[in-house]
């Protein structure tokens, strides 16, 4: 049982790229979320998903897009990179009887040059 | 807005020398309050949810409580292992996008000495 794993662990971006950071969960969990965490700041709320096929905005979701065609992936996008999307992205997720309980992954290092 | 603030931003103790962290919290009708301990380079590890004023709950080392405005996280005789920053966390009653949303703090980074 590995719990929420995210792939890749660290990546290095031009202004302008394209990525798709990876988030898998076999846990069997219904809900899924994505965080920003930068420095000085708390965990920030950029998309969620309540089920397989939906997705919606959290606190932060301008310049990532979301897919979750599969319960147990939630896939961010970031179209357009820029140097503000420097960040440590986690991924979480959480049972739909306890959603208020989320477990997290390791996180991505994201450096955007 | 819902506003969750973390004391102190630090804290440096000698093992065995038991203290507490404090979690003051501003939001409207809170659905549950939640601890998470957070190592170096990994993602959060949940501790605790307290969801009413006077509840408690212990795990080894730490005792969370609840009161209306704030949670308290006491160490009894910490160890060098229990060095991490600890994050506390809300969620307000609404509806909406808002009945999923976590709001946190900046957490406070333990450092226990041996």
């Known amino acids: 049982n590995a719990g929420v794993t995210q792939t890749p662990k660290f990546r290095v971006l031009k202004t302008g790229q394209s990525m798709t950071l990876l988030c898998a969960q076999d846990?069997?969990?219904?809900?899924m979320y994505w965080y920003r965490q930068d420095p000085g700041m708390g965990l920030r709320l950029i998309h969620y998903?309540?089920?397989?096929?939906?997705?919606a905005k959290g606190e932060v979701p301008d310049g990532y897009n979301v897919s979750r065609l599969k319960k147990q992936n939630f896939l961010l996008g970031l179209e357009s990179a820029a140097p503000s999307q420097t960040s440590v992205y986690f991924c979480a997720s959480s049972p739909a009887e306890s959603r208020e309980t989320q477990y997290f992954g390791p996180g991505t290092r994201l450096l955007v040059l | 807005e819902d506003q969750v603030t973390q004391s102190p931003e630090a804290l440096r103790l000698q093992e065995g020398e038991s203290s507490s962290l404090n979690c003051s919290y501003t939001v409207s009708g809170l659905r549950g309050l939640f601890w998470y301990r957070q190592d170096p380079g990994k993602g959060p590890e949940f501790l605790f949810t307290l969801y009413s004023a006077g509840e408690e709950k212990e795990k080894e080392r730490l005792k969370a409580t609840l009161t209306k405005k704030e949670s308290f996280l006491h160490i009894t005789a910490p160890k060098p292992e229990d060095s991490a920053t600890y994050l506390c966390a809300v969620r307000a009653a609404g509806s909406g996008g808002s009945n999923y949303k976590l709001t946190f703090g900046k957490g406070t980074l333990l450092t226990v000495n041996p």
């Open positions: 846990m069997n969990h219904e809900y």
């Open positions: 998903s309540v089920g397989e096929g939906t997705t």
